[in-house]
């Protein structure tokens, strides 16, 4: 099948990408043939794989038509989509603004899976996300907090996770007690910068209505009309859990976060989040989104190093319940043998 897109020069580049590599991708990926014009895109290939390569860049053209700057980001996720029959829905996604960085640029959800978490956290008192690093779960839940508070519909933001190293023991830290939880704190200042600006962060937690804290400090509280974020939370124990949980109160909306796979707890410990995931998931006003590695929007290599990760970790469960299976029946046989004897 031979067509022609026409593709305004002005978005050639970026639909192409430097040095046509975008082009490159969605040949490889869908086996077709494309030749830029000046003003146009001639495809080459079987029908089914050149209708798909022709929504995609239609697609992509029409991203850029509303100002996004395509990344390869974009690239796979429309060529994943084409593959589902979804091509059409990343344009539905795209309308979904939040919220402006203090630079400008718009925040919004950039996968399915991500529309169905910011959806949830409007509708929903309390949100758990879940998923792989990168998939936005605490960047996402940050620019809704910071949106409400600037609607007033909370009357103040409080963020907080465990303090626990990530694997590692690094002593007595120096510097009074805010200095010494702040690295643990680091990730949730940063989105506060980038959202909301360094001058109107410090004038607003200087005047107590944004909060930003180890979990240990949330026993005995009750927090009412407050936004209220726990990330990390597969490192809280399930006492921990159960503790932030009963804290909240009238007019405050929750969001919890979360990687099952990357605990940072002693070995043995039971993880709070697990608890809560079997404990809650029937109740309710509480929604538990579930990210996959497909939602991942850093860089394109993440997504591979998520996607294998996962991939080891079921060939190994396989492997131990394979062995424990086995040591099984050896145990089970060995009486009877020896009764043989």
């Given amino acids: 099948m031979e067509m022609t897109i026409d593709i305004p020069a002005e978005y050639m580049q970026a639909v192409c990408g430097q040095l046509d590599v975008y082009l490159k991708k969605v040949e490889r990926t869908l086996?077709?043939?494309?030749?830029?014009?000046d003003d146009s895109m001639k495809l080459i290939g079987p029908e089914p794989m050149a209708k798909k390569a022709e929504s995609v860049l239609k697609n992509l053209l029409e991203l850029a038509r509303r100002g996004n700057v395509i990344t390869e980001q974009n690239v796979d996720y429309a060529l994943s989509l084409s593959f589902e029959e979804k091509e059409d829905q990343i344009l539905a996604i795209d309308r979904d603004i939040i919220c402006r960085t203090i630079a400008g640029k718009p925040i919004k959800p950039k996968t399915l899976g991500q529309k169905?978490?910011?959806?949830?956290?409007?509708?929903?008192?309390?949100?758990?996300?879940?998923?792989?690093?990168?998939?936005?779960?605490?960047?996402?839940?940050?620019?809704?907090?910071?949106?409400?508070?600037?609607?007033?519909?909370?009357?103040?933001?409080?963020?907080?996770?465990?303090?626990?190293?990530?694997?590692?023991?690094?002593?007595?830290?120096?510097?009074d007690l805010q200095s010494k939880i702040d690295p643990y704190l680091r990730p949730l200042y940063d989105a506060l910068y980038q959202i909301m600006g360094a001058e109107?962060?410090?004038?607003?937690?200087?005047?107590?209505?944004?909060?930003?804290?180890?979990?240990?400090?949330?026993?005995?509280?009750?927090?009412?009309?407050?936004?209220?974020?726990?990330?990390?939370?597969?490192?809280?124990?399930?006492?921990?859990?159960?503790?932030?949980?009963?804290?909240?109160?009238?007019?405050?909306?929750?969001?919890?976060?979360?990687?099952?796979?990357?605990?940072?707890l002693?070995?043995?410990?039971?993880?709070?989040?697990?608890?809560?995931?079997?404990?809650?998931?029937?109740?309710?006003?509480i929604a538990m989104i579930h990210l996959s590695n497909k939602d991942v929007v850093r860089h394109p290599l993440v997504q591979k190093i998520v996607e294998a990760y996962?991939?080891?970790?079921k060939k190994e469960q396989y492997r131990e319940k394979r062995d424990h299976s086995r040591r099984r029946q050896l145990q089970s046989r060995s009486p009877r043998s020896t009764e043989r004897r």
Avoid: W
Wanted: hydrophobic share 40%.
């Fill in 31 to 37: 086996r077709v043939s494309l030749i830029p014009r």
């Fill in 116 to 175: 169905q978490y910011v959806d949830a956290i409007r509708e929903k008192m309390i949100c758990f996300g879940l998923g792989p690093a990168g998939t936005g779960k605490t960047y996402l839940a940050m620019a809704m907090a910071i949106q409400a508070f600037k609607n007033n519909e909370v009357s103040r933001m409080i963020l907080t996770r465990p303090a626990i190293e990530a694997g590692e023991k690094l002593g007595f830290l120096p510097g």
């Fill in 200 to 264: 109107s962060y410090q004038h607003n937690y200087e005047k107590g209505l944004i909060e930003v804290a180890p979990l240990a400090y949330m026993r005995g509280r009750t927090l009412d009309n407050a936004y209220i974020i726990l990330d990390e939370a597969q490192n809280t124990t399930p006492a921990q859990m159960k503790m932030f949980l009963t804290r909240i109160g009238f007019g405050s909306k929750v969001v919890i976060t979360g990687d099952v796979t990357q605990k940072d």
């Fill in 266 to 285: 002693p070995a043995g410990t039971v993880s709070g989040l697990d608890v809560a995931m079997k404990v809650l998931k029937d109740v309710d006003d």
């Fill in 310 to 313: 996962e991939n080891y970790e």
